[in-house]
Nanobody, 117 residues
Framework: QVQLVESGGGLVQPGGSLRLSCAAS????????MGWYRQAPGKQRELVAS???????NYADSVKRRFTVSRENDQNTVYLQMNSLSPEDTAVYYC???????????WGQGTQVTVSS
């Protein structure tokens, strides 16, 4: 059974930081491109960042130089370090696993991130 379990969300003040984690099980983690998506109320889910099996990273323009995606294959875990958070970053953040381009194979259940004073 495949599971992607996110953690680390919560309430943070503007300018603050959070680190999200996604622990994967039931898949050969090292071969998957792992991604972080987010969905704010009334908006479509959007890609925030991804990291390929080889470590190549990709970021949405809105989070470049603020967010960092990383992975530890021996821990089957992908991380999203989020700095300089703003209220516009408020959303449910989802972890994803993708083996082939164009298809998300697995999703996590999501973790809420709220940026507010």
């Amino acid at each position: 059974q495949v599971q992607l379990v996110e953690s680390g969300g919560g309430l943070v003040q503007p300018g603050g930081s959070l680190r999200l984690s996604c622990a994967a099980s039931g898949i050969r983690f090292s071969v998957y491109t792992m991604g972080w998506y987010r969905q704010a109320p009334g908006k479509q889910r959007e890609l925030v960042a991804s990291i390929s099996s080889g470590g190549t990273t990709n970021y949405a323009d809105s989070v470049k130089r603020r967010f960092t995606v990383s992975r530890e294959n021996d821990q089957n875990t992908v991380y999203l370090q989020m700095n300089s958070l703003s209220p516009e970053d408020t959303a449910v953040y989802y972890c994803s696993a993708q083996w082939r381009p164009g298809t998300i194979d697995f999703w996590g259940q999501g973790t809420q991130v709220t940026v507010s004073s």
